[in-house]
């Protein structure tokens, strides 16, 4: 068919052709079939046709309500929404857009209502209109005149007088054109809190021809730019003003870009403290059938998991955080374990592992052992024990260094890094080519602050050659426990860092 159309009319005719179809409702992949063209280009089309990558060309239909349905506050570090949320205007046509159940949370916690909410990468406005019906004044802005217009299309509403019958101001957002990297418009210390979603990295593709739209470009040029948008964040930001922001890691190769952990360092180095680190469930992931089978085939997890950091702006201004330098002696033993044919089937296929929590260290060993040690021996590290000893030549297929049972301290944190630093250097001449070394982690928080060991331990890591990271897995128990919303989030994940000996 595309071959057709292009012979006899040209490109514009193509272009022409799939528009008229997406018009008429077919699916994209049936677009795709008949054309012959890839979702990448028909994205582009649809972006180069109407100014904004969106996925249904059909305005949004009317009003059903105006609040989601028995909203309780986030109270734990895993954040998980099975429906994205239609209330208000709110719907999935701006392509990649967020649930609006994320700045929902992330304004009623850490704003007031007459506060300033500022999202400087509003895309069709989730935020915007979320501050809008809870009264919080709110700066909206993107790149992309195009997102500007949708954004500005769902707040045209007027919302009814909710939640405590007062009569609480409702503001009207500040919609513009403008680019996240340069605020110098917004005077500093103005700004309570930043709510925003960047477009990391080339995932989604945002416009074909702006300049400054930060989806165009590679990880590094990415993050470099994403150093601007930290800087000029901290300078509007009040004084203890929380910045939350949504990132996602990338696959390569079957090997995970951990843009997540990499920007979280650029906002640190910035000068931000770290309050969260909240993981975000992605629930469009395929698990069954052929995925399933993909999965175990190639040995790579489908990504399921985003990550939202929220930074604070410290009281006064302070050099990076830096971990103290003094150590607890290390001491740890191995236990080694012969790997038999146990139970191959329902593995997981995803990043997020969530298994009942008496049999989650049970769960959490099978899927390793037969994800990453189908043969030879399981070595497992605990540290904090007694006996001191060297890794050696181990031919241990798999090498599990497990986070300490003991609660975390700064000093014990130090110790655990040395150690598993150690062991990694030591794992080059210690297990084979093509071995997995697996590390566990878990923040904790510290005289008020978090402490994100999973990145610690990453970049702790990221000078042994030897290693490339293959996954980051985010393990949870299944039914965390309900409580009230507190001040801090109950710290329920943990990391599992692994990494092939190459
Ligand atoms: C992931 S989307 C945001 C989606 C938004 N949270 C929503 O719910 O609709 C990222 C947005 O960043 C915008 N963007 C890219 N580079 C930018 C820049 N330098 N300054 C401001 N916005 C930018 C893109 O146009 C895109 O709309």
Known sequence: MRL???????????????????????????????????????????????????????????????????????????????????????????RGNWSPYIPRNVILKYSKP????????????????????????????????????????????????????MAEPIYEPEVQVGDARDLSDISENSVDLICAHPPYAGIIRYSTKILGDLSALSV????????????????????????????????????????????????????????????????????TGFWYARSIQHNFLLLAHEYLPIFEKPLTAVSREQLPLWRETVSYWLSREEVTEAEKENLETTT????????????????????????????????????????????????????????????????????VVRLARESCDGIPSGAFLIVEAMDFRSEGRLIPSGLLLYEALRGQRHLSLKEIVIVVPETPPSNEPEENLKIIHRYLLVYLRK
């Open 352 to 419: 997020v592992w969530i298994f009942p929590e008496n049999r989650l260290d049970a769960e959490m060993r099978r899927n390793l052992i037969q994800r990453f040690c189908s043969r030879g021996y399981f070595l497992e590290v605990q540290y904090d024990e007694r006996e001191d000893l060297r890794l050696g030549e181990t031919h241990a297929n798999a090498l599990f260094i497990r986070w300490p049972p003991l609660l975390m301290t700064e000093p014990r944190f130090a110790g655990y890094r040395d150690l």
């Open 220 to 287: 590094p040029d990415f993050l470099r730019e994403m150093r601007k948008v930290a800087q000029e964040s901290l300078r509007v930001l009040k004084p203890g003003g929380k910045c939350a922001i949504l990132l996602g890691d990338a696959r390569r190769a079957k090997h995970v870009i951990p843009i997540g952990f990499q920007t979280i360092r650029v906002f640190l180095d910035a000068g931000f403290g770290l309050k969260e680190l909240v993981i975000k469930r992605q629930h469009n992931c395929r698990t």
């Open 114 to 165: 007459g506060d300033l909410v500022l999202d400087y990468f509003v895309g069709g406005g989730t935020t915007a209109v979320e501050a809008k019906l809870l009264g919080r004044r709110c700066i909206a802005r993107d790149i992309n005149p195009g997102a500007v217009g949708i954004t500005l299309e769902n707040l045209r509403f007027s919302p009814p007088r909710l939640g405590t019958g």
């Open 4 to 94: 057709h159309i292009l012979q006899a009319h040209g490109e514009t005719a193509l272009k022409e052709a799939v528009l008229a179809d997406k018009k008429r409702g077919m699916s994209d992949p049936e677009i795709g079939a008949r054309y012959g063209i890839s979702f990448n280009t028909l994205q582009q089309i649809i972006t180069e046709a109407y100014g904004a990558n969106i996925s249904v060309l059909q305005r949004p239909k009317r009003i059903k309500r105006w609040e989601p349905f028995s909203f309780r506050e986030e109270t734990t570090t895993v954040w998980s929404f099975k429906q994205r949320g239609d209330w208000a205007t709110h719907n999935g046509r701006y």
